[in-house]
């Protein structure tokens, strides 16, 4: 599975993003992600056509994910507000592995 | 529950647009009040009665209520604390409780302001939300703040600069209601990074020149320890390290990022009006009187203002507070100054 990840804004101005192939990540850490991935239901989501930005809502955390695997995928651009409760193990999850990255 | 979804105005937006720019309170309040009724429709599902409430809210009491989000993400889970009540065991609902309280006596007994609405709108407060988040936010009626992860951001609701930021950005909407994005975003992000500044410096009892002009330095973690988030007095060199990168905030219009991320800039692009605060209150003017100027300029702004708007804004409000003997002469002059130095007017 492809994820591109991005986050951004906050108080703290964060610009944070992951870009990764669970495929070629460690075996545990794809299967973390794919996991949270399918618990989270996020191919059942219905993304607003034509997509819409976020309500800028003064420091929330804007977050773009686009996901994609076989012949599904699915693109969502959301903020602090819109998230989904089963959404957010995964958000703070690649938010988690974007941070790493920067302390490489 | 009847649910109310209207999105219908008598008068035209922009119509109450240039009203407001040409100094109509009325207009002002109206579209404050119509941006307001559609964040919470957007954002939230209300009943009638609620929607109803929002357009017609009675003077309040400027009552503090801090919730314990218990590590869900959600908001309002349990009341932890409320106006008058004791200490309690928990040490991020105590500090929101004595931060919150801080900011409103500041706007109350320093600049006559009942509140964020100056209606003596309730202040509510919700600490631990979420696992590990690391954010704060205004939500157009009440803050959120996260715990942080632990090791780069601490709790977020332990810093006075972080709660009186985010208690303006109510002021703001109450007054300019400055549209987040661009400019106009940036300006907002401006304003509540002052006051932030400027609360943390009454309450300590510092001056201009012996306060440290940082955002976020109370929040870093044991891993960023003596990083901070912003300098007001230098952007560009609040971080630089491996977790965080390096600070990319500009402090002059040369260096203006006109990228898309962060709603094209607004925590970026802050830097450089930031730095210009810095410049007007370290000058001639100190922390408090400039705090005036600016707050005077916020009543006076309007959604769509833009860098060069607040610069004339600004300059015109020192120009009606010399006149009205409330800032120093010369003061018109030490903001056109400060200005300058970081490019504006463009």
């Not at chain 1, 976020?54 to 903020?79: K, M, Q, T, V, W």
């Not at chain 2, 600049?111 to 609405?117: E, G, H, I, Y």
């Not at chain 2, 965080?244 to 802050?270: E, L």
């Not at chain 2, 009006?273 to 916020?298: P, Q």
Request: aromatic residues 8%.
């Amino acid at each position: 599975m492809l994820i591109d990840f991005e986050c951004s804004g906050g108080y703290a101005g964060l610009r944070l993003s992951y870009h990764a192939d669970t495929g070629k990540l460690p075996e545990k850490v794809g299967d973390e992600l794919l996991s949270l991935v399918k618990s989270s239901g996020v191919f059942d989501m219905r993304p607003d056509r034509p997509p819409r930005e976020p309500a800028a809502r003064p420091d929330a955390l804007n977050y773009r994910l686009s996901l994609s695997e076989g012949g599904r995928e699915i693109s969502l651009s959301l903020d602090d507000a819109d998230v989904p409760a089963s959404l957010r193990p995964l958000l703070s999850r690649l938010q988690e592995l974007a941070l790493h990255e920067l302390g490489k | 529950m009847f649910i109310h979804r209207c999105n219908c105005m008598y008068i035209p937006p922009d119509v109450l647009e240039n009203l407001a720019r040409a100094g109509v309170d009325e207009a002002r309040v109206s579209i404050q009040q119509s941006e307001l009724s559609r964040v919470k429709r957007s954002a939230k599902e209300i009943g009638m009665e609620a929607f109803t409430g929002v357009t017609t809210a009675p003077a309040g009491t400027a009552s503090r209520q801090v919730y314990n989000c218990k590590n869900q993400w959600k908001q309002r889970v349990d009341l932890a604390r409320g106006e008058g009540d004791p200490v309690t065991s928990d040490d991020a609902v105590n500090e929101a409780y004595e931060y919150a309280g801080a900011v409103r006596d500041y706007y109350r007994n320093v600049l006559n302001r009942n509140s964020v609405d100056n209606l003596g709108m309730n202040l509510l407060f919700n600490v631990h939300y979420g696992t590990k988040y690391m954010n704060a936010f205004w939500d157009g009626d009440e803050m959120t703040f996260g715990d942080g992860d632990g090791r780069i951001f601490v709790s977020f609701a332990r810093s006075l600069d972080v709660v009186a930021h985010e208690l303006t950005h109510g002021v703001t909407q109450f007054t300019a209601n400055l549209k987040y994005h661009s400019q106009s975003g940036a300006l907002n992000e401006h304003f509540s990074d002052v006051f932030g500044s400027v609360i943390t410096q009454y309450k300590k009892g510092q001056t201009a020149h012996d306060a440290d002009w940082l955002i976020g330095d109370e929040i870093m973690g044991p891993d960023l320890y003596g990083e901070a988030l912003r300098s007001m007095k230098a952007p560009g060199t609040a971080y630089d390290n491996k977790l965080m990168g390096k600070d990319h905030q500009p402090d002059h219009m040369k260096d203006y990022y006109s990228g898309p991320k962060d709603n094209q800039g607004v925590h970026i692009n802050s830097g450089i009006l930031n730095r210009a605060f810095y410049l007007a209150a370290t000058d001639t003017l100190g922390t408090d009187k400039a705090a005036l100027i600016w707050y005077t300029a916020l009543q006076r702004l309007w959604s769509t203002a833009a860098f060069n708007d607040a610069v004339e804004v600004i300059v015109e409000s020192a120009r009606l507070l010399v006149k009205s003997g409330q800032a120093p002469a010369g003061s018109v002059q030490t903001v056109r100054a400060a200005f300058k130095a970081v490019g504006l007017p463009r």
